[in-house]
């Protein structure tokens, strides 16, 4: 289970061109139905190459070893345009992280919206507390092993978001329900199954 969850948002268009004489209507039929076909095909092969790219960004993430439970890096990619999003706990992470994405191949462009979280003694506290919670739990003790867990607790003044992917919603709503009662003004439950983050992937493959 990988710990970068994120989107490949694939959204190309194709120009379709139009006769420019007045053929009869079979070969008007004959040019719409190449013509669909090719741009079937074109953008068939442009969201191969993006989504290729995502996926080694997601490697490039992944393999980023300053990375912990309390940051959480999203992922683009539109025709090699790619757009980072999430929040890492110091400035250098964010910088880091866009210089190896850069370096993948058929990678255009790189719009860094990463976010720093503020420096807080009150936040660190609720990270460590919720996590232990959390990871100390006997259902979660296989992901607590894993080099990158894939459960992000990630705090911003006091506001506690749960991130990444579990197995199933039992655990979903387990994790959200030992986050609680550390005294977090908020707690969101963003986490997503590994069947939804499945379906989802399959779903942009196909469309």
Do not use: C
């Not at 719409?32 to 092969?45: L, M, N, R």
């Not at 860094?112 to 100390?136: C, E, H, M, T, W």
């Amino acid at each position: 289970m990988k710990s970068l969850i994120a989107s490949a948002f694939v959204s190309l268009f194709v120009l379709a061109g139009a006769p420019a004489s007045a053929a009869t209507s079979a070969e008007a039929s004959t040019f719409a139905q190449g013509a669909t076909a090719d741009k079937s095909a074109v953008k068939q092969e442009a969201q191969r190459e993006d989504l290729q790219v995502f996926n080694d960004i997601a490697n490039q993430v992944n393999r980023y070893t300053q990375l912990t439970i309390f940051d959480s890096i999203s992922a683009g990619v539109v025709d090699g345009k790619v757009q980072l999003t999430g929040w890492v706990t110091m400035p250098y992470k964010r910088d880091d992280l866009e210089k190896r994405v850069r370096k993948v191949d058929g990678v255009k462009s790189v719009d860094n919206k990463i976010g720093v979280l503020p420096v807080s003694q009150f936040d660190d506290d609720l990270r460590f507390r919720i996590a232990r919670a959390i990871y100390s739990h006997s259902s979660f003790w296989n992901y607590a092993m894993m080099a990158n867990p894939p459960i992000r607790v990630v705090v911003n003044r006091g506001h506690v978001t749960l991130e990444g992917v579990v197995n199933s919603n039992v655990e979903r709503m387990l994790a959200r329900s030992l986050a609680s009662g550390f005294g977090a003004f908020e707690v969101k439950n963003e986490l997503r199954t590994d069947a939804e983050v499945r379906d989802a992937m399959e779903g942009r493959k196909t469309n």
